[in-house]
């Protein structure tokens, strides 16, 4: 089966940046998604990573290695409105299930 | 193009009563899933169809029923509420494998 490993929370301070991390306990890591819910929210798709490397979206990126079976997202010059949960998801697998993380909850201090 | 939508938003139930959670889509997606999140977790998958006519079990079905009669709908049945079914139930499609779409939930409590 799949299993995938976020912190449940993460605090940091407005303006600053901070890396949520995701590993994936499975054979044939190949991919990372990374999905945004705000309180009350739907959780809506951020990045999806292909190959190993950092990719940049504006001040969110996302980093993997497919070797190592790891990938975090990093959010820079940190915003209020940033303050969410975060998932990370592999892609659709075999077994045509998507799994999900079980999110890290970001709090934003002023 | 709407994307994937639920209804109703919101629903109270009383044990023991049933209801039908509507999800529709209109992006022609193949895949369709169903997830419950409590609060303060993750998504848990409860039924998903890689297509009309095809439906299988995710992480906890027990007490929920699907179909899939065509490829925009994914109606999702309770049967006999009970309050450990109290939970936002999310609908979503996926593209590409890789890039999932959400509806805006159903927010279902059960007293």
């Known amino acids: 089966g799949q299993s995938l490993e976020q912190p449940s929370e993460v605090t940091a301070v407005e303006g600053a940046i901070v890396q949520i991390n995701c590993t994936y306990q499975?054979?044939?890591?190949?991919?990372l998604s990374w999905y945004q819910q705000h309180d009350g929210g739907a959780p809506t798709f951020l990045s999806y990573?292909?190959?190993?490397g950092l990719e940049e979206t504006g001040r969110f990126s996302s980093f993997l290695s497919r070797s190592d079976s790891y990938g975090y997202l990093l959010l820079q010059e940190l915003q209020m409105k940033d303050s969410a949960s975060y998932f990370c998801?592999?892609?659709?697998?075999?077994?045509?299930?998507?799994?999900f993380g079980k999110g890290t909850r970001l709090h934003i201090l002023p | 193009n709407a994307g994937v939508t639920q209804t109703p938003k919101f629903r109270i139930l009383k044990i023991g009563q049933s209801m039908t959670l509507q999800c529709t889509q209109d992006m022609n997606h193949n895949y369709m899933y169903w997830y419950r999140q409590d609060p303060g977790m993750g998504l848990k998958l409860i039924y998903y169809?890689?297509?009309?006519?095809?439906?299988d079990k995710g992480e906890v079905p027990n007490g929920y029923n699907v179909s899939r009669s065509t490829t925009e709908d994914f109606p999702l049945r309770l049967e006999l509420a009970a309050p450990s079914q109290t939970s936002v139930y999310f609908c979503?499609?996926?593209?590409?494998?890789?890039?999932?779409?959400f509806g805006q939930g159903t927010r279902l409590t059960v007293v």
């Open positions: 990573n292909a190959l190993d």
């Open positions: 169809s890689v297509g009309a006519g095809i439906t």
């Open positions: 998801a592999p892609p659709l697998n075999r077994d045509d299930k998507i799994i």
């Open positions: 979503a499609t996926i593209r590409g494998g890789t890039e999932a779409f």
């Open positions: 499975t054979s044939g890591f190949y991919g």
